[in-house]
């Protein structure tokens, strides 16, 4: 029997090796991703929310939005698609719903936090949490909802930033008990806080390295050996677009005029990048007479 891609995730995480998994904020992202050879896709809530909207991490993304692009990614990779649905988009039973809706348009995975909402960044400040039991309650309805019993349902606490380091694992804990898959402690402060995680509660975890954020940045190979079963880069790939945008509209501002010598892909790997051959051979195929 072929192995399916929710399948094929539950299976990697369960190795805990690591694995990276860079975060997209669109289709095209999530196939540059996957073109480099990376083993899942993240689509980042706070990706989505800078380049769709224009604005910052502070909830204003809705989960029709969130669908869409979920569905656009799945149309064009292959590999598993974790999807950051915030706090859920309400209480128990719109968890549930936010759980079919994303099982349908193609998430492997299910990240849901535990903030008030709306919700911020992990990295922000003046975050707020709700309580523990309502996260519990919120983490059982989106494990009776999947159909695909292999879907995987990752909980994240921000109680680091509220309540302290020991309140966010008693929280992870207890998440862990509810049924969650993988365990997501946002904003460990420490090298010592993050190699702490995985020891304290034996479920599968997700570190979050945010490039310029509160958690310090430790090898791929330091965090497997420590226990981690994915390592997230949630908007380097945003991070890294913004800048090569900057440095290629300065260029064009300062000489008024720019070509493929440019730091720019070329047009030819942008069109190999979105399958224009592909297009071209349908074309043909259903062209008329």
């Known amino acids: 029997m072929t192995e399916t891609v929710h399948r094929r995730f539950r299976r990697q995480v369960a190795e805990r090796r690591g694995l990276l998994l860079p975060g997209a904020a669109n289709a095209l992202a999530a196939r540059v991703i996957a073109d480099m050879g990376y083993e899942a896709v993240y689509l980042s809530g706070a990706g989505l929310t800078n380049t769709f909207l224009g604005v910052p991490d502070l909830g204003f993304v809705s989960l029709p939005e969130i669908a869409q692009h979920t569905a656009a990614i799945a149309d064009v990779v292959d590999i598993p698609i974790v999807v950051d649905a915030d706090t859920g988009f309400g209480n128990a039973l719109n968890v549930q719903h936010t759980v079919r809706v994303l099982e349908r348009a193609g998430a492997s995975a299910i990240q849901l936090e535990d903030q008030v909402s709306p919700k911020r960044c992990g990295h922000f400040t003046g975050k707020d949490v709700v309580p523990a039991s309502e996260m519990v309650s919120k983490i059982k309805a989106a494990v009776d909802a999947r159909h695909d019993g292999d879907l995987m349902i990752i909980a994240r606490?921000?109680?680091?930033?509220?309540?302290?380091?020991?309140?966010?694992?008693?929280?992870?804990?207890?998440?862990?008990?509810?049924?969650?898959?993988?365990?997501?402690?946002?904003?460990?402060?420490?090298?010592?806080?993050?190699?702490?995680?995985?020891?304290?509660?034996?479920?599968?975890q997700l570190i979050n390295i945010v490039v310029g954020g509160r958690t310090p940045a430790l090898p791929r190979?330091?965090?497997?050996?420590?226990?981690?079963?994915?390592?997230?880069?949630?908007?380097?790939?945003?991070?890294?677009?913004?800048?090569?945008?900057?440095?290629?509209?300065?260029?064009?501002?300062?000489?008024?005029?720019?070509d493929e010598s440019a730091p720019v892909a070329s047009f030819k790997e942008r069109q190999r990048l979105v399958r224009k051959e592909v297009f071209d051979d349908l074309e043909r195929r259903y062209a008329a007479g």
Do not use: C, H
């Open 157 to 204: 606490t921000d109680a680091r930033a509220v309540d302290g380091f020991q309140a966010a694992v008693d929280r992870a804990g207890a998440y862990a008990e509810a049924g969650a898959d993988i365990l997501f402690i946002e904003a460990p402060e420490s090298r010592e806080e993050i190699l702490a995680l995985p020891k304290a509660v034996d479920v599968p």
């Open 221 to 258: 190979a330091e965090l497997a050996a420590g226990g981690f079963a994915l390592v997230l880069y949630a908007n380097v790939a945003l991070q890294g677009a913004v800048y090569g945008m900057q440095n290629a509209l300065k260029g064009l501002m300062d000489a008024g005029i720019m």
